[in-house]
């Protein structure tokens, strides 16, 4: 990846504003994942809210008058490579979220920013600085503390969203180097579209295998069987379909306008979110160690944009 520096966009406040909503999006969506785990299987969420979510992005870009090109642009290798990496590091996440609070998984999930810093400070070559060498270290130290080593957040199930990071990163430096000038929309439309057929795929791969016994019924969310989906579950698709749509796009738009490294340390910001969401809908009350690294993590948020 050798683009020059210079030819990339600088603007940070625009960055900023599109990954903190895209975080808080996001974190609404997986409430949602959570609770509808019980009834349907991730695949299938992932393939029915494909089908949903493709049209509605289409419809939009039509009336926005961004359609033309769009299908070409979608499904460039670049922007299919970067769908891939994202469809891998949501799968790996959403794996996970039943078996693990929502502060957990995204406590493990969020070591994210330091691969994104990486790879932008030795790969493709934009500068970090001291400043943000220490926001990114001080976020990092905020996940640790999130994690408290000794409860769930190191059953095996943790190890998924650390994997899933990677891919992330991947994903948002790919962004920054090969997808600058394709539009949001076309970016959103191909990870929809690379996310309904790992849908499609596995469940066909799990129908040929027809996994048995204790692993159904132990991670049925996983190696189970289609459920028939009720109307409710179908207004509660729809509703995500919407925010994978809208999700996409304000990802791509984050990374194309700002350094990763400094849009990587804002989507700390989803770990605030998620914290409020473990109180009202799961019980979870955060300890004096999960608020401590949430200090920490806006700390380091603070301390990117300073610079």
């Not at 050798?2 to 975080?23: F, T």
């Not at 993590?297 to 610079?307: M, N, P, Q, S, Y």
Request: charged share 5%; hydrophobic share 60%.
């Amino acid at each position: 990846m050798s683009l020059e520096v210079e030819s990339r966009p600088q603007n940070v406040a625009r960055g900023v504003m599109l990954i903190v909503m895209a975080a808080l999006t996001i974190s609404i969506q997986d409430v949602i994942f959570k609770l509808l785990s019980s009834n349907l299987t991730l695949w299938q969420i992932f393939a029915l809210r494909g089908v949903l979510a493709i049209p509605l992005l289409l419809t939009a870009s039509w009336m926005s008058g961004a359609h033309r090109g769009i299908l070409r642009a979608a499904f460039g290798k670049w922007p299919l490579l970067r769908a891939l990496f994202i469809t891998t590091t949501f799968l790996a996440f959403y794996a996970a979220i039943p078996f693990l609070s929502l502060s957990t998984v995204g406590a493990a999930n969020y070591i994210a920013p330091i691969f994104v810093t990486l790879l932008s400070a030795y790969v493709i070559k934009e500068a970090v600085g001291p400043l943000g060498w220490v926001g990114v270290l001080l976020g990092f130290v905020g996940v640790v503390v999130l994690l408290q080593p000794g409860t769930d957040a190191f059953s095996p199930w943790a190890l998924l969203p650390i994997i899933g990071a990677a891919f992330y990163a991947l994903a948002h430096i790919t962004t920054r180097t090969r997808c600058q000038g394709v539009p949001p929309a076309a970016l959103s439309l191909s990870q929809n579209t690379v996310m309904l057929l790992a849908g499609i795929g596995v469940s066909l791969l799990l129908l040929y295998l027809e996994p048995q016994g204790e692993m159904i019924l132990a991670y049925s969310y996983i190696f189970g069987h289609w459920s028939a989906v009720s109307p409710i579950d179908w207004v509660v698709l729809l509703l995500l379909a919407g925010f994978a749509a809208v999700i996409g796009m304000m990802l791509a738009g984050a990374y194309q306008a700002a350094p990763p490294s400094t849009v990587a340390t804002f989507e700390y910001s989803y770990l605030v979110f998620v914290a409020v969401w473990d109180i009202l809908f799961f019980g979870i009350i955060p300890t004096f160690s999960s608020i401590t690294g949430m200090v920490l993590v806006v700390a380091a948020g603070l301390l990117v944009l300073r610079r």
